[in-house]
């Protein structure tokens, strides 16, 4: 068996339109409505609906953008797919042992991403065992035991990998870590790995804090937002909402990115009547079409061209008593521009220069400004040293810790932010170790663990028994498929904490389990009382979560008893926690959390305010928590990867029927897509200078590191994308992702520079 994205696959029956200028509208309601109907039923879904998001309701599954403050929309306090997120996990389909029964391990995984995950909610413990071919049910406490056995078995704790989700609550982490750590190990890799560890690792060494440092309210008071590497209309809707408003207040926006899209271009709020009608939409005022990792080089153009004016008018472009008073590198930055040539930057970021200037001249006289990226920053080879140069700009105009302006890595998780704050860290820093074991009486262990890239090169060396995944799809999330699918049948036990069925649980270890467990949108009555959950958004606020929906199975746990359990069954007779008070009710897990993690002080208090509360940031408050407690500066040299002969660069991208792993459908409507996901959009001059049509099919594959990798069956599809660039979708363009390609210092997978070759379909 191998997975369903390494074969030759069904085409759907690809049909083209022409790409929208505009996201939104009554559509994207219309949509909406009809995808819970049908998933969730009229009376289930719009019970969802109306909490989703609002005070006293339940956090969306969906991205992790925050929510306002102060008045929230009576009507909808949520986006397309938000409604998509949540009409999958509120589906009334329930899979029991009977579906499990009759349905093979190898018929499940011919089916596509999308029909695996349409099958609905895994309503039960599941087991496969040695050499099994179907799953089958197994009770809870057979469960927890046999993966304690799997883990007292190890030679050692480092033998045992605990992945984590985004979608995975404060408390339940919490406990998450402490477990992990009890046992023995800090071999805790999560989905951040995969996105935006490389904005963390660079905040952290330019301002002291791996977070943005922005609020919602500063996008009213913002002069300019620069939104780079993003696509919001898809990934972050509601976002739109904000920088709508922005540009009413009078902020120009700006949007950098490889493709037009139509969420960067326009944006018709159907909460208005202007926007319901189409009549009020325009966004950016200058787009800027990069090449795939031409920003870094695009940002140094800007830096050069307002230099030339600061050097003519010392004082009146750069904030000169903020970077003395607060920053380090400063002169070593200037010595580096001066030395730049414009033309080899145009070349490199592909932007014309006369709209460089366009863009430099909206910033010349401008320090409110807020620049917001995603993952066609992080995710490329010199990610952290992109991130450093978006720094650069707003520290040259005094940018940062002030209102209105700022950083704003968008998250794509809705609380990614959350997990690690709670210590979802491979790599944990000292003072958090040093308070679980005066808080818990217990030695964490100190070395390093594995990440996400290392956790899958351990599996795949035979160096892992068990893994452990709270949440995720693991499998399609990660690069190099085909390695990853080898990694993991390498393992002695596999274990995966769901709500839905998912191809990770079909390529499997030895033995196989799936625990089912509750949803956001679910009522928790873990220890016979209504309990709630909290989240972090990008933002840094943290707020309650309470699910409404009765579960579609009463034999559903939630991640806290999971965790719990599990706890008492591998640690018996030697944990120093009582984890039968956790399960009792999560306002001890709170006050825990309060004594461990700085900044939740009195958290059961203030995460039941309305809003809930924002965690401190010295970014925030222009305080910088380096060593020197100054912002720093830093320099490096544009550079973007040349594709070979007959090579395209290559970047991975979501539909807009999607949400990170989960296909929600086939169309890609925004972009004139529909009924398929097996394409490949190229530059229509490429096209025809390489002799292929469109609607051609096409087999694409690389040969990195002297081992061919191939995904086959794809059609060309004519776009407006710079030269020798293409895209594709993830997960099914993974397959081509190398393991060894990381971004230096995160080691965060690179899956927007690929380089590929096209060759027809099935001409091996």
């Given at each position: 068996?191998?997975p ?5 696959t069904r ?9 929208y ?8 309601v219309?949509?909406?409505m009809?995808t819970?109907?049908?998933e969730?039923g009229?009376?289930r ?6 909490k989703?998001?609002q005070k006293?309701?339940?956090d ?6 925050p929510?306002?403050d102060?008045?929230r929309s009576?009507?909808a ?5 938000g409604a ?7 589906t ?6 009977d ?12 089916l596509?991403d999308?029909d695996?995950g349409?099958?609905?909610?895994v309503?039960e413990?599941m087991?496969l ?7 089958q049910p197994?009770s ?5 035991g ?5 883990l007292n ?6 033998e045992a ?10 408390e339940a982490a919490f406990?998450?870590q402490l477990?992990?750590?009890e046992?023995?190990?800090n071999?805790?890799p999560?989905?951040s ?7 963390g690792?660079?905040l952290?060494e330019?301002?002291g804090?791996?977070?943005g440092?922005?609020t919602?309210d500063?996008?009213n008071?913002a ?14 809707p ?10 009413r207040?009078?902020a ?10 139509a969420?960067?271009?326009g ?13 009020d939409?325009q966004?950016?005022?200058l787009f800027?079409?990069?090449k ?15 230099l030339n004016e600061?050097?003519?008018?010392p004082?009146?472009?750069f ?11 400063y002169e070593?930055l200037?010595?580096?521009l001066?030395q730049l ?6 070349a490199l970021?592909?932007v014309?220069?006369?709209q460089?200037?366009?863009a430099?001249?909206v ?9 917001c990226w995603?993952?066609g ?9 992109t991130?450093?140069?978006v720094?650069?700009?707003l520290?040259l105009k005094g940018s940062?810790?002030k209102?209105g ?11 990614v ?9 491979e790599?944990p ?5 040093e308070?679980?074991?005066s808080?818990?009486g217990?030695?964490p262990p100190r070395?390093?663990g594995f990440?996400t890239?290392?956790?899958i ?8 028994g068990v893994?452990?995944?709270m949440?995720g799809?693991f ?8 390695y990853?699918a080898?990694?993991?049948?390498r393992?002695?036990l596999?274990?995966h ?7 990770s ?18 009522r928790d009555?873990?220890g016979?009382?209504?309990?709630f ?6 933002m840094g ?9 009765t579960?579609?199975?009463d ?5 806290v008893?999971?965790?719990c ?14 984890w039968?008070r956790y399960e ?6 709170r006050q ?14 203030k995460?039941r305010q309305p809003a809930?509360?924002?965690?401190p940031n ?5 305080r910088?928590n380096t060593?020197d407690?100054?912002?720093?500066f830093h ?9 070979g ?6 970047m ?19 972009r004139?897509?529909?009924n ?8 229509k001059?490429d096209?025809a200078?390489?002799g292929y ?5 096409v087999d694409?594959f690389?040969?990195t ?5 191939v995904a ?5 599809v004519a ?10 979708y ?10 060894s390609t990381t971004?230096?210092?995160s080691?965060?997978?690179?899956y927007?520079?690929?380089p ?5 379909a099935?001409?091996?």
């Open positions: 068996m191998v369903q994205a390494e074969n030759p085409l759907t029956g690809l049909k083209l339109d022409k790409p200028a505009t996201a939104a509208g009554l559509e994207a219309a949509v909406s009809r819970v109907y049908e969730a009229v009376n879904g719009l019970k969802a609906l109306f989703l998001n006293g309701g339940f969306c599954p969906s991205c992790a953008w929510d306002p102060g008045h009576a009507i306090e949520y986006c397309e797919n998509k997120a949540v009409a999958e996990e509120a009334e389909k329930a899979l029991f042992a579906f499990f029964a009759a349905h093979s391990v190898a018929d499940l995984a011919e596509s999308r695996i349409k099958q609905g909610r309503a413990p087991y065992p040695a050499d099994g071919t179907h799953y197994i809870w406490g057979a469960a927890f046999k993966i304690a056995a799997h078995y190890l030679a050692s704790p480092d990998v605990f992945y984590t989700s985004g979608r995975t609550s404060n406990l998450y477990f992990v750590r046992f023995g190990t071999n805790l999560d989905c790995n995969m996105c935006h560890e490389s904005s690792v660079a952290m330019s301002v804090i791996g977070k440092s922005v919602l500063d996008f008071q002069e300019v937002i620069m939104v780079m590497g993003q696509n919001p209309g898809t990934n972050h509601r976002m739109l909402t904000a920088l709508q408003q922005a540009k207040n009078g120009t926006i700006i949007a950098v990115n490889p493709l037009p899209e969420g960067l271009m944006f018709n709020n159907p909460q208005t009547v202007r926007g319901a009608l189409g009549m939409s966004l950016s005022s800027l079409q990069v795939l990792n031409g920003d870094m080089a695009l940002l140094q153009a800007i830096e050069r061209l307002l600061e050097e003519k008018r004082g009146a472009i904030d000169q008593t903020f970077i003395k008073e607060q920053t380090e590198g070593a200037l010595d580096h001066r040539d414009m033309q080899e930057l145009v970021c592909g014309p220069l006369d460089i200037r366009e430099a001249q910033l010349t006289h401008k320090n409110r400004i807020i620049i995603a993952m920053l992080t995710q490329h080879a010199n990610a952290v040293a991130i450093r140069e720094v650069n700009l520290l940062i810790g209102p302006a700022g950083t704003c890595p968008v998250r794509g998780h809705s609380n932010q959350g997990d690690r704050t709670m210590g979802i860290w790599k820093p000292t003072a958090l170790l308070k679980l074991q808080t818990f217990f030695e070395r390093h990440d890239v290392e956790a090169r351990a599996m795949h060396a035979g160096k892992v893994f452990f995944a949440g799809n499998l399609s999330a990660t690069p190099d498929t085909r990853t080898e990694a993991l049948r393992c002695q596999t274990v904490v769901s709500t839905k069925l998912n191809r649980h079909l390529v499997h270890g030895r033995e196989a389990l799936i625990l089912p467990t509750l949803g956001r949108s679910d009555l873990t016979g009382t209504e309990q959950i909290s989240c972090e958004n990008s606020v943290v707020q309650a979560s309470r699910g409404v929906l579960p579609v199975s034999n559903l746990l939630s991640e008893a999971i965790v359990r599990l706890a008492q069954a591998t640690l018996a007779g030697r944990t120093r926690i009582n039968t009792q009710h999560y306002d001890f897990i825990d959390i309060a004594q461990v993690i700085p900044g939740f002080k009195d958290y059961n208090e995460v809930g509360f924002y965690l010295g970014a925030r408050e222009g910088f060593p407690g100054k912002a720093h320099v490096a040299q544009a550079v973007v990867p040349s594709p002969p007959d090579e395209y660069l290559m991975t991208i979501r539909s807009h029927d999607q949400f990170n792993t989960t296909i929600y459908g086939l169309d890609d409507r925004y004139g897509v529909r398929e996901r097996r394409v490949v959009f190229m530059n001059t096209m200078a390489a049509q469109p609607g051609e099919v694409l690389n040969l590191d002297g081992q061919e990798r086959r069956t794809f059609i060309l776009y407006d994308i710079p030269r020798r660039c293409i895209a594709t993830f997960p099914e363009a993974n397959v081509l992702v190398p393991i971004a230096q210092k080691n965060t997978p690179v927007k520079t690929v590929v070759s096209l060759r027809k099935g001409k091996e």
